[in-house]
């Protein structure tokens, strides 16, 4: 199973988890599963995040795939300018 | 690969390994060359349509006020006055969020103040009349009356308990319990035990750092042309670096359909990521909206100052331990960003570019987003990540003076690499810093000798670039010459970019290809142009549009020939069979194909829609060297190097524009520029002559060199090129200054007053 | 308030224009004759995006009264080239790619025309003062300089 891991000030909001361990073969379904999972994920995740994606950072796309032994970064939404 | 075995297979990003380019790389004029060197190009401020209205908007000269009443009635009585908006004019859909889920409200709230104004030159009110003199004066004409609050300017004080409060409400949940207010959001990242890295250090450098909030300073204001109807249906005209979003935002906030808002993007008088927001436009559809005509609304520059994004200003604390061989056992910062009214201050890229360049087993960064009595802050140029590099950058310096260490050699040797787990987290893919860092030592630059009173500094920089939504189309003439659209404004030469990736693909002379910035209306969604994406995004859009044209051209070919497609290659701009078996058919350039192609199955086109993921990060490494003045304290930069990593140069002399812009911006930075409130909260160098910008005389020669490790997640290796070079020069300048004159500036900018206080210091000491 | 005729030579051509006597000559220019190529950055004389020559002057036209230009010659960037023939200082902006955004170019090419004319082989340092009232946030002057140097050069070698 894909493990997720948090940036540490998402971890107040995830029981103190640092790595959470979700099903999911798509950036939008770990998204989805990790929200299931902590509620407390909800609003961040709805204000924007970045995927790290095996080193690649996936800004938008919730279609881009994961496999069960990918490492995943939450990072916060990027933007520039 | 070569050039005749493109097969396109939608979605895939992937690098496709060195090749031969015939176009990409070269040199050419940039296509719209002609009108810029003539005058004939248009900007924000050069329409002008029939029957069209002079807006103005009325602003608050007070840092924090209640507005306990509003009357508008005598301009609207002025003889030429056509229409007058407030607040009231706007939205009430628009939803009040925490932290930035509520964007729009907070847009809102920016471009037309409600129940306070939040900062000196927040819009109050605005007029339509029918000369830009009579609305002008109908502005004195505008009753407000303020109870004016206690304000905040700085971002320690911010902090602090029994600070004003800004607004109430605007935290979300990332916030600590227990902080004031005005502190909206909260980050924190990293990995390792950094108490532990620190214990294993020989020596570890702690201090504290400021930058002052700067400016983009684009020479262009904002300035816009808006018609919209009793109907709901509008045009606008303006200049912005995303014009879908400016429609998505305008809609929301005057109720309209997005489709309806039909948005045309005017050449763009520089930008720099304050261009990626809204501040004028649904003001000038509303006042249009309300008298029935369109409405011209432009900035001066003391409302460009006072009104429009500044970067955020920063307060930080640095601690890195090394040992005496140079390795960095532990790193850690705290950065707190003001962002002015609003949340937003993009400390969270400041925390995750700090520690970026180097391969750290102990890190740690925290961010705190404060609000002040401050014009809300919008990106710039790499937002967060200079003052970062400021910081961090100066006091690796250090250690390398205090431990006798080379910096380029220190920097190597901690230097992130392809497989190196980020400060930020994840795990690198292919990264070029150590190639800017090589270049750099190896460049003559490094080596040359200084005269006395000059000193030599070194910084790294770092950012992470970005892909985003993005659309192109390409359609094909009779003649065989190509039009390109793309949705992501030209701010600096991205259509001739195109232009030669176009040409690259179809095999036919760049000055055969057009291509046009198409108006939301005449294109799918893009992005804004930022993030250092457009060569990238747009480009790699440009090239599969280009490539499924191609596949169709081969199917014509094919039909013609009586074979399958998949035994048609592309050449040089022709149709071949693919090989013997395929048959024996002279070559059909493209312009024989187009000719027939209406009675051959139709015109022939490409397109490409997607949202590119591969955006590859990019380092740049640059030398500086410096003369401090000891009698006045002024600083002089009188050689500037810049090494960076652009994946692959498409158009490598305006990538090395891209360099040396950058590395102006960050001189600017680091020795001028800073906004200045007074002990009223007000802006007291709205324009420029007190707000200096470097000008010719201030600066030498800029050299730049291009290194070229392409990214996995772009077909040609492209990375972005426009923002990492503002990050190095901060740093690299207080380095530079250190080394020159042996103080150590902690707080920007470094100007005179500045340097001659620690000159005498240091006189002190002695 | 009562609007002001005014007659001028601009680009070589006689112009007639009523205006505000608070109008400046940058908003006669744009508003009143349809010649934007001069740009307001500024409006305080800062940023020399509007700079014109007033018998053969170099002057910012944000600093300058629409009615102070009666009976006078005025130059703008509209005039620079020849017809269909681009002057060398164009050319050489456009070769050297002096201009990203090109806000700030019609300025700059008034401006380095007004010195070339005064002194055709001029210092790197000569250009970089000269110029030093023409902003340019993009380039880092670098290729404008350059792109000076070069046209003097050329147009030395033609004469």
Same mark, same amino acid.
């Given at each position: 199973?894909?493990? &997720?891991?948090?940036?540490? /000030? $998402?971890?107040?909001?995830?029981?103190?988890?640092?790595? !959470?361990? +979700?099903? %999911? @073969?798509?950036?939008?379904?770990?998204?989805?599963?990790? &929200?299931?999972?902590?509620? /407390? $994920?909800?609003?961040?995740?709805?204000?924007?995040?970045? !995927?790290? +994606?095996? %080193? @690649?950072?996936?800004?938008?796309?919730?279609?881009?795939? &994961?496999?069960?032994?990918?490492?995943?970064?939450?990072?916060?939404?990027?933007?520039?300018? | 690969?070569?050039?005749?075995?493109?097969?396109?297979?939608?979605?895939?990003?992937?690098?496709?390994?060195?090749?031969?380019?015939?176009?990409?790389?070269?040199?050419?004029?940039?296509?719209?060359?002609?009108?810029?060197?003539?005058?004939?190009?248009?900007?924000?401020?050069?329409?002008?349509?029939?029957?069209?209205?002079?807006?103005?908007?009325?602003?608050?000269?007070?840092?924090?006020?209640?507005?306990?009443?509003?009357?508008?009635?005598?301009?609207?009585?002025?003889?030429?006055?056509?229409?007058?908006?407030?607040?009231?004019?706007?939205?009430?859909?628009?939803?009040?969020?925490?932290?930035?889920?509520?964007?729009?409200?907070?847009?809102?709230?920016?471009?037309?103040?409600?129940?306070?104004?939040?900062?000196?030159?927040?819009?109050?009110?605005?007029?339509?009349?029918?000369?830009?003199?009579?609305?002008?004066?109908?502005?004195?004409?505008?009753?407000?009356?303020?109870?004016?609050?206690?304000?905040?300017?700085?971002?320690?004080?911010?902090?602090?308990?029994?600070?004003?409060?800004?607004?109430?409400?605007?935290?979300?949940?990332?916030?600590?319990?227990?902080?004031?207010?005005?502190?909206?959001?909260?980050?924190?990242?990293?990995?390792?035990?950094?108490?532990?890295?620190?214990?294993?250090?020989?020596?570890?450098?702690?201090?504290?750092?400021?930058?002052?909030?700067?400016?983009?300073?684009?020479?262009?204001?904002?300035?816009?042309?808006?018609?919209?109807?009793?109907?709901?249906?509008?045009?606008?005209?303006?200049?912005?670096?995303?014009?879908?979003?400016?429609?998505?935002?305008?809609?929301?906030?005057?109720?309209?359909?997005?489709?309806?808002?039909?948005?045309?993007?005017?050449?763009?008088?520089?930008?720099?990521?304050?261009?990626?927001?809204?501040?004028?436009?649904?003001?000038?559809?509303?006042?249009?909206?309300?008298?029935?005509?369109?409405?011209?609304?432009?900035?001066?520059?003391?409302?460009?100052?006072?009104?429009?994004?500044?970067?955020?200003?920063?307060?930080?604390?640095?601690?890195?331990?090394?040992?005496?061989?140079?390795?960095?056992?532990?790193?850690?910062?705290?950065?707190?960003?003001?962002?002015?009214?609003?949340?937003?201050?993009?400390?969270?890229?400041?925390?995750?570019?700090?520690?970026?360049?180097?391969?750290?087993?102990?890190?740690?960064?925290?961010?705190?987003?404060?609000?002040?009595?401050?014009?809300?802050?919008?990106?710039?140029?790499?937002?967060?990540?200079?003052?970062?590099?400021?910081?961090?950058?100066?006091?690796?310096?250090?250690?390398?003076?205090?431990?006798?260490?080379?910096?380029?050699?220190?920097?190597?040797?901690?230097?992130?690499?392809?497989?190196?787990?980020?400060?930020?987290?994840?795990?690198?893919?292919?990264?070029?810093?150590?190639?800017?860092?090589?270049?750099?030592?190896?460049?003559?630059?490094?080596?040359?000798?200084?005269?006395?009173?000059?000193?030599?500094?070194?910084?790294?920089?770092?950012?992470?670039?970005?892909?985003?939504?993005?659309?192109?189309?390409?359609?094909?003439?009779?003649?065989?010459?190509?039009?390109?659209?793309?949705?992501?404004?030209?701010?600096?030469?991205?259509?001739?970019?195109?232009?030669?990736?176009?040409?690259?693909?179809?095999?036919?002379?760049?000055?055969?290809?057009?291509?046009?910035?198409?108006?939301?209306?005449?294109?799918?969604?893009?992005?804004?142009?930022?993030?250092?994406?457009?060569?990238?995004?747009?480009?790699?859009?440009?090239?599969?549009?280009?490539?499924?044209?191609?596949?169709?051209?081969?199917?014509?070919?094919?039909?013609?020939?009586?074979?399958?497609?998949?035994?048609?290659?592309?050449?040089?701009?022709?149709?071949?069979?693919?090989?013997?078996?395929?048959?024996?058919?002279?070559?059909?350039?493209?312009?024989?194909?187009?000719?027939?192609?209406?009675?051959?199955?139709?015109?022939?086109?490409?397109?490409?829609?997607?949202?590119?993921?591969?955006?590859?990060?990019?380092?740049?490494?640059?030398?500086?060297?410096?003369?401090?003045?000891?009698?006045?304290?002024?600083?002089?930069?009188?050689?500037?190097?810049?090494?960076?990593?652009?994946?692959?140069?498409?158009?490598?002399?305006?990538?090395?524009?891209?360099?040396?812009?950058?590395?102006?911006?960050?001189?600017?930075?680091?020795?001028?520029?800073?906004?200045?409130?007074?002990?009223?909260?007000?802006?007291?160098?709205?324009?420029?002559?007190?707000?200096?910008?470097?000008?010719?005389?201030?600066?030498?020669?800029?050299?730049?060199?291009?290194?070229?490790?392409?990214?996995?997640?772009?077909?040609?290796?492209?990375?972005?090129?426009?923002?990492?070079?503002?990050?190095?020069?901060?740093?690299?300048?207080?380095?530079?200054?250190?080394?020159?004159?042996?103080?150590?500036?902690?707080?920007?900018?470094?100007?005179?007053?500045?340097?001659?206080?620690?000159?005498?210091?240091?006189?002190?000491?002695? | 308030?009562?609007?002001?005729?005014?007659?001028?030579?601009?680009?070589?051509?006689?112009?007639?224009?009523?205006?505000?006597?608070?109008?400046?000559?940058?908003?006669?220019?744009?508003?009143?004759?349809?010649?934007?190529?001069?740009?307001?950055?500024?409006?305080?004389?800062?940023?020399?995006?509007?700079?014109?020559?007033?018998?053969?002057?170099?002057?910012?036209?944000?600093?300058?009264?629409?009615?102070?230009?009666?009976?006078?010659?005025?130059?703008?960037?509209?005039?620079?080239?020849?017809?269909?023939?681009?002057?060398?200082?164009?050319?050489?902006?456009?070769?050297?790619?002096?201009?990203?955004?090109?806000?700030?170019?019609?300025?700059?090419?008034?401006?380095?025309?007004?010195?070339?004319?005064?002194?055709?082989?001029?210092?790197?340092?000569?250009?970089?003062?000269?110029?030093?009232?023409?902003?340019?946030?993009?380039?880092?002057?670098?290729?404008?300089?350059?792109?000076?140097?070069?046209?003097?050069?050329?147009?030395?070698?033609?004469?």
């Amino acid at each position: 199973m894909p493990e &997720v891991h948090l940036w540490s /000030g $998402l971890r107040a909001l995830a029981g103190g988890r640092e790595v !959470v361990e +979700v099903e %999911g @073969r798509t950036v939008g379904e770990i998204l989805d599963a990790l &929200v299931a999972a902590c509620p /407390g $994920l909800k609003e961040p995740i709805e204000a924007g995040v970045s !995927v790290a +994606v095996d %080193g @690649r950072i996936i800004a938008s796309a919730r279609n881009e795939p &994961v496999n069960p032994d990918s490492e995943i970064y939450l990072l916060q939404r990027l933007r520039g300018g | 690969m070569a050039l005749d075995e493109y097969r396109p297979q939608e979605g895939d990003e992937a690098y496709e390994g060195p090749r031969e380019f015939r176009q990409v790389g070269t040199r050419p004029d940039r296509p719209d060359g002609f009108d810029k060197v003539t005058g004939r190009a248009r900007f924000g401020a050069d329409m002008y349509a029939p029957g069209m209205l002079h807006a103005a908007i009325l602003r608050s000269p007070h840092a924090h006020a209640r507005i306990v009443r509003l009357d508008t009635s005598k301009a609207e009585a002025l003889e030429g006055v056509k229409a007058v908006v407030t607040r009231a004019d706007f939205s009430k859909n628009v939803i009040f969020a925490p932290g930035t889920v509520g964007e729009f409200w907070n847009i809102l709230e920016n471009i037309m103040a409600g129940e306070k104004a939040l900062y000196d030159g927040h819009a109050v009110a605005a007029v339509a009349a029918t000369t830009p003199l009579i609305a002008r004066d109908a502005l004195k004409l505008i009753e407000v009356e303020y109870e004016i609050l206690p304000h905040v300017t700085d971002v320690d004080e911010a902090m602090k308990p029994g600070a004003p409060v800004i607004r109430e409400g605007a935290a979300d949940r990332s916030v600590p319990e227990g902080m004031h207010p005005n502190v909206v959001r909260y980050h924190e990242s990293g990995h390792g035990d950094v108490e532990a890295g620190f214990a294993e250090a020989d020596l570890v450098i702690e201090d504290h750092f400021t930058t002052e909030a700067t400016h983009q300073g684009y020479i262009e204001p904002h300035a816009c042309l808006g018609t919209l109807g009793a109907d709901g249906k509008g045009e606008l005209w303006c200049c912005t670096q995303g014009h879908w979003y400016v429609q998505k935002v305008c809609a929301a906030l005057l109720d309209l359909e997005t489709a309806n808002l039909r948005v045309t993007a005017s050449e763009i008088g520089g930008g720099f990521g304050g261009k990626t927001t809204v501040f004028i436009e649904p003001v000038a559809l509303a006042l249009s909206r309300k008298a029935g005509r369109p409405v011209k609304l432009v900035m001066s520059r003391a409302e460009v100052f006072r009104a429009t994004g500044p970067t955020a200003s920063a307060s930080m604390d640095i601690r890195i331990g090394m040992k005496k061989d140079g390795t960095i056992t532990a790193a850690q910062g705290t950065f707190r960003l003001q962002g002015g009214a609003f949340p937003g201050a993009p400390m969270e890229f400041t925390a995750m570019c700090a520690f970026a360049c180097y391969d750290l087993r102990h890190v740690r960064q925290v961010g705190y987003d404060v609000m002040t009595n401050r014009p809300k802050q919008a990106a710039y140029r790499a937002p967060g990540s200079p003052m970062a590099a400021f910081a961090v950058e100066s006091v690796i310096d250090e250690l390398c003076n205090r431990l006798g260490l080379d910096p380029i050699e220190v920097r190597l040797k901690n230097a992130a690499r392809e497989g190196t787990k980020a400060s930020y987290g994840p795990t690198y893919p292919r990264i070029g810093l150590v190639e800017t860092l090589e270049a750099a030592r190896a460049h003559p630059h490094y080596a040359a000798p200084l005269k006395p009173g000059q000193g030599r500094g070194i910084s790294c920089g770092f950012w992470f670039n970005y892909g985003g939504e993005t659309s192109v189309s390409l359609a094909l003439s009779e003649d065989g010459s190509a039009q390109v659209m793309v949705g992501t404004p030209d701010i600096g030469g991205s259509r001739a970019s195109m232009a030669l990736m176009a040409a690259e693909v179809l095999g036919i002379p760049y000055e055969n290809i057009r291509v046009t910035v198409a108006d939301t209306g005449s294109l799918g969604y893009n992005e804004i142009s930022h993030g250092s994406r457009v060569t990238y995004a747009s480009g790699l859009a440009t090239i599969k549009a280009a490539r499924d044209a191609v596949r169709k051209l081969r199917q014509r070919a094919a039909d013609k020939w009586g074979i399958d497609v998949e035994a048609v290659d592309w050449v040089d701009g022709c149709a071949v069979p693919s090989g013997p078996n395929a048959g024996d058919f002279d070559p059909l350039p493209l312009a024989e194909i187009t000719k027939t192609m209406g009675a051959t199955g139709g015109p022939i086109s490409g397109h490409f829609e997607a949202t590119p993921e591969g955006a590859g990060v990019s380092f740049a490494t640059h030398i500086v060297d410096a003369e401090v003045d000891r009698e006045t304290g002024k600083t002089r930069v009188v050689r500037y190097t810049v090494v960076q990593d652009a994946g692959k140069a498409i158009h490598p002399t305006y990538v090395e524009g891209q360099f040396q812009g950058g590395a102006a911006q960050g001189i600017g930075w680091a020795l001028n520029e800073e906004y200045i409130y007074g002990e009223d909260g007000r802006l007291q160098n709205p324009g420029f002559l007190d707000y200096r910008i470097p000008v010719a005389s201030d600066l030498p020669m800029i050299d730049t060199v291009i290194v070229e490790v392409p990214n996995p997640g772009h077909p040609f290796g492209v990375r972005g090129v426009g923002e990492t070079s503002i990050c190095p020069p901060l740093a690299a300048i207080a380095n530079a200054v250190s080394n020159a004159a042996g103080v150590r500036l902690r707080d920007l900018p470094m100007r005179p007053s500045r340097i001659l206080d620690e000159l005498e210091k240091q006189r002190d000491d002695a | 308030m009562t609007k002001i005729h005014v007659t001028a030579r601009i680009n070589g051509d006689e112009v007639e224009f009523l205006c505000d006597p608070r109008e400046t000559m940058l908003d006669v220019l744009r508003d009143r004759l349809g010649l934007i190529g001069a740009k307001e950055g500024c409006g305080t004389g800062d940023c020399g995006a509007c700079s014109i020559t007033l018998d053969g002057r170099l002057v910012c036209s944000c600093l300058m009264l629409g009615v102070e230009a009666e009976g006078r010659e005025i130059g703008t960037v509209e005039g620079i080239a020849e017809g269909e023939n681009l002057h060398p200082l164009q050319r050489k902006f456009i070769e050297h790619a002096a201009l990203q955004c090109g806000f700030c170019t019609p300025g700059i090419l008034v401006a380095a025309k007004n010195l070339l004319e005064r002194n055709p082989d001029p210092s790197e340092e000569e250009v970089r003062y000269w110029l030093a009232g023409n902003l340019c946030r993009c380039t880092g002057y670098d290729k404008i300089i350059r792109a000076v140097l070069d046209a003097a050069a050329e147009m030395r070698e033609a004469s």
